[in-house]
């Protein structure tokens, strides 16, 4: 097995572990800034696009209000859109790098959420809901397996957390940067009733982790088993309304870009060294080459799979919600669906949103090797929420969210104080969910499943987003932050 290739930690008294190693270099890091304010009119129009400093909004509101700030330097760069039409409001956020107040420390993690605002298509009721990937998870399965195909507690697990700083000065200079960047991809409004936008993760470095998901241990050890380099990873959104159905769609591509560099810790020596797999073989640091094994031979050898993880959120004014494969809650329930949608209903029954994987339950494979492209079936499940809530691997991501429902504690909207917890902290998630890709080999995956939404659309844009809609709590801080940011600053001059 892959880990049995991995330094123990007895072995870490003689040799430096990686973890060590990426504390050394932290002078490479070179944060990308915001470069755009948001301000309270935003939320009138129908749509935008722009890159901010979360966490300087946030800041400017707690000093103000005597609430707990973040760390000093703490930045959190998200690349947002916003459509407001017909009664229903859009907002997305990707995030480009996050700060914890620790100098020039940053990272990059693909943290991707979209939230949606609407009344209900047959009662009118308000509601919000999130969407949210959060890591990629490769695989190796083991004999006692639980979900052939689908990475479980019972298998072989490696979180796969990018890293926004340059590892340059561990390998030689004619090695590939270990230096992720993120491009945004524009929101564009090609037809009447349809939105696109998009972000990519460029040369995307990753170190592993392996984890454990079973909820009574949930954890991840903080040796790292490997680093990788990815060519990309990308998410483009397609938003489409059909005002004739009540309904609005969001069409995600998720697409993995091809494994080109692979650094694992090899210990069947005396003395561990670090190996390095590329498409031409193996190779130790000093540019000797180890073996003719390539990477996508060592992955394919050693059975490691692909995967991502998301997680579905809801909440409607004074109700309940549930979400269903049929008639079978999924909440904390880990059940196959690839061929199925999950729904989500109010506590009377009225359907609400779902999501579809069995529309298109297969992704494409394109193999860089033979230069073909081949199709296989993409398996999707639920999961065990506090297998991956309660895992401390994701303290940036509670990070994050934490300060939210601080800042925006005045507001005492209904909906807010029903939705601010169970948008925001991974426990009270719907449901979680995993979507697998088994044939990897460390080429480029492609996927796209599907977000529906049932609406009640009405002839004008919608509502302004800075009451009851707090899609929720992002807007609560940016406008009541911003005032006071432009006050301070003073507003930016045209280009």
């Not at 992704?363 to 079936?377: A, I, K, V």
Request: glycine share 4%; charged share 20%.
């Amino acid at each position: 097995m892959w880990m049995s290739k991995i330094i123990s930690r007895e072995k870490l008294r003689v040799f430096p572990s990686l973890a060590t190693a990426f504390l050394l270099i932290t002078s490479f890091m070179l944060p990308v800034f915001a470069v755009d304010y948001l301000r309270p009119n935003d939320f009138d129009k129908e749509s935008w696009s722009k890159v901010v400093d979360y966490l300087e909004y946030v800041d400017v509101y707690a000093a103000s209000h005597g609430k707990p700030r973040p760390p000093a330097g703490a930045r959190a760069n998200l690349f947002m859109t916003y459509v407001n039409y017909s009664g229903v409001q859009m907002l997305y956020a990707g995030l480009s790098n996050i700060t914890m107040g620790l100098g020039a420390f940053s990272l990059t993690l693909p943290i991707q959420t979209f939230m949606m605002h609407y009344k209900t298509e047959n009662r009118g009721r308000d509601i919000v809901t999130a969407s949210s990937y959060i890591m990629l998870l490769a695989y190796n399965e083991t004999e006692a397996t639980i979900f052939p195909d689908s990475p479980d507690k019972k298998d072989i697990l490696y979180a796969s957390f990018s890293i926004g700083f340059d590892l340059s000065s561990l390998i030689s200079t004619d090695k590939p940067a270990l230096n992720t960047r993120t491009a945004i991809i524009p929101l564009t409004h090609p037809e009447t009733n349809r939105w696109e936008w998009g972000m990519t993760y460029n040369n995307l470095t990753a170190i592993w982790w392996r984890v454990n998901i079973a909820p009574d241990n949930s954890s991840y050890q903080s040796i790292p088993a490997a680093v990788s380099v990815y060519e990309e990873l990308t998410f483009t959104y397609d938003l489409i309304f059909d005002l004739d159905d009540n309904t609005a769609k969001i069409k995600s591509n998720y697409k993995i870009g091809r494994m080109t560099d692979l650094w694992v810790l090899e210990t069947g020596r005396s003395l561990p060294i670090i190996v390095h797999y590329n498409s031409s073989g193996c190779y130790r640091l000093n540019e000797s080459k180890y073996s003719d094994e390539s990477i996508h031979q060592f992955l394919n050898g050693n059975d490691i799979s692909m995967s991502m993880v998301l997680f579905q959120a809801s909440a409607i004014l004074d109700h309940v919600t549930e979400s269903k494969v049929e008639g079978q809650n999924v909440m904390d329930n880990e059940l196959i669906v690839s061929n199925e949608k999950i729904t989500t209903f109010a506590e009377d029954s009225e359907k609400v949103s779902e999501v579809d994987f069995g529309s298109n339950n297969s992704y494409t494979l394109h193999d860089y090797t033979s230069g073909t492209s081949t199709t296989h079936r993409a398996v999707a499940r639920t999961a065990e929420k506090n297998g991956f809530a309660k895992n401390p691997i994701f303290k940036i991501h509670t990070f994050l969210m934490s300060y939210i429902p601080m800042a925006i504690a005045h507001m005492d909207e209904p909906l807010y104080e029903q939705a601010k917890n169970k948008l925001l902290d991974m426990t009270y998630a719907d449901y979680f969910y995993i979507i697998s890709y088994p044939t990897y080999n460390g080429f480029t995956i492609e996927h796209d499943p599907i977000y529906t939404f049932y609406v009640t659309p009405t002839t004008t844009a919608g509502s302004n987003f800075g009451g009851l809609i707090v899609i929720t709590a992002i807007t609560g801080i940016i406008i009541a932050a911003t005032v006071i940011i432009l006050r301070r600053k003073g507003p930016k001059k045209p280009s």
